[in-house]
């Protein structure tokens, strides 16, 4: 089976063509990357090191897209991910996340091959799910008690990335539908490991290990700067099992939306994070409070994992410590790596 990692070099992309190339027998595994986020050209030299070519392409011109070899299954992970990016950058974001889709679909019905989706839990309308929280409460610590499913509402606004992604869901499913070809979408909350080269707006998990091992400050930014916000996060070799998975049951398992996150019981606020990374690394640092909240910030949001466990008998293994340890003992290793925070 020949596959096809589209974002290959990125920190998603990167570990999951590692991860199949090692363990999915028979399975050749192509990369399609133009490397323009930071990092992407460490985990391209990573991917090399595997044997696994990175196509230096850029995903929104269909030209050389299309004229790619041939693939039985794409695995799309290509996208700008940053919620305040795609605000800042609308035209960049539209063409990447919703034209680079349209570009691998045509390229996967010329191929008749199917295609796994990684979506994002920030389908979800923003103001559906900051109802979940009652708003006097964000001085205090958020209770994580609700968790949300994949019927949760859509319809109103979500940012302009996950406007993209809902898009691109519902493109897969016309244009499949009328094909006769097979998708899965995995809606993912915050996944977080090795190779993420963390941002404040994306990627907080690595941001928050590296700023205190290496001394630096942060910020807690919106909800009045305590700290009080809540994700769930998930370990990306959990993602990688759970892909691997789906590729080894695609013919039974097909044509479903998933949400899949790290569940209550790795659902962490910033303030815990925190104290985490001071055990952990036993630097204490400066973090600045900035109160003013993004109009497109949500203060919680947990993944109800429910489906994805009843269809795979799957589960995540991997807990909020062994993420931050993981990332802990990457940064203690690879000096080169620790520049990019
Ligand atoms: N990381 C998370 O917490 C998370 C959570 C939910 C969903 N996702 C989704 O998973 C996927 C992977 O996310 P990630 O965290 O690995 O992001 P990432 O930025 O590390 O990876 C994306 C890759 O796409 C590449 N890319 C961007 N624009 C491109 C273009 N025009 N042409 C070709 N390549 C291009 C980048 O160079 C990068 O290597 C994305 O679709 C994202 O929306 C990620």
Known sequence: MKILITGGSGFVGSNIAIYLKKNLKGAKIYSLDNLSRKGSIINKKRLSSYNIKNFRVNIENFKNVISLPKFNLVIDCCAEPAIEASEKSPDKVFRTNLVGTYNILKKCIKDKSNIIFLSSSRVYSIEKLKKLINKNNLNRPIKIQKVINEKFETFSASSLYGFTKLASEKLIQEIFFKKDLKYIINRFGVIAGPWQFGKQDQGFIPLWVAKHYLKKKLFYIGFGGKGHQIRDVLHIKDVCEILALQIKKFKKINNEIFNIGGGKINAIS?????????????????????????????????????????????????????????IYIWLNKFKNVRNFF
């Open 270 to 326: 910033l303030l815990d994070l925190t104290s985490k990374c001071e055990k952990l690394t036993k630097n204490k640092i400066i973090i600045k409070k900035i109160s003013k909240t993004s109009k497109f910030d949500i203060p919680y949001y947990v993944s109800d994992n429910k489906k994805i466990i009843k269809f795979y008998k799957w589960k995540p293994s991997k807990n909020i410590d062994d993420i931050l340890e993981d």
